[in-house]
């Protein structure tokens, strides 16, 4: 039972990841298909992370010992983790206060090789759990790209 669970863990993350990486053809088979209503594209595209996250909150889908990784790794992930979050979060209070960035600082930021682990770094600093780290992250990336399809505003909040 323990390996076909972990089969469909890793089934459903290539399904999650598929989803945001080739969103572009995933909307537009929607759109061929006339399947125009917002609510049913984002229930559809969701599954897959709705089953990690429920998958996640029972087995434990990100814990070390789930993912095959030695206890011993632990304390040294936990403070990589913390020290990328605390770097995202100096780097918001540098824009906050007005203190420009780097051009090259900026492109390295928001690139998704450094992003992602800035973020869940970020987000583990906040909730102390890997496993809710990193699926904020999938979620962020699913909500950007699969609901989204990478259709992207130029602030947060239009009307303030």
């Known amino acids: 039972m323990n390996t076909k669970r972990h089969a469909l863990q890793l089934v459903l993350f ?5 989803v945001i990486i080739d969103h572009k053809r995933i909307h537009s088979t929607f759109d061929s298909r006339e399947i ?6 984002s229930f559809i595209l969701s599954i897959p992370l709705i089953s990690i996250i ?5 087995y434990g889908m ?7 990784i030695p206890k011993s ?9 913390k020290t990328a979050g605390a770097y995202g979060m100096v780097q918001i209070l540098a824009q906050d206060s ?4 780097g051009t090259i600082q900026r492109d390295t930021v928001q690139s998704v090789l450094y992003f992602a682990p800035v973020a869940a770094g970020m ?3 906040i909730c102390d759990n890997r496993s809710q780290a990193f699926i904020s992250v999938l979620l ?8 989204s399809n990478n259709k992207t505003s130029t602030v947060c909040f239009e009307d303030v």
């Open 54 to 58: 429920f998958l996640d909150i029972k």
């Open 73 to 81: 790794w632990n304390t040294p992930l936990n403070k990589l983790m």
């Open 14 to 18: 290539i399904l999650v990841l598929y």
């Open 140 to 147: 962020y990336y699913h909500l950007k790209y699969a609901i």
């Open 98 to 101: 007005g203190l420009k960035t």
């Open 36 to 41: 125009s209503s917002i609510f049913i594209r």
């Open 123 to 125: 987000a583990f600093t």
């Open 62 to 68: 990100f814990s070390l010992r789930n993912l095959g």
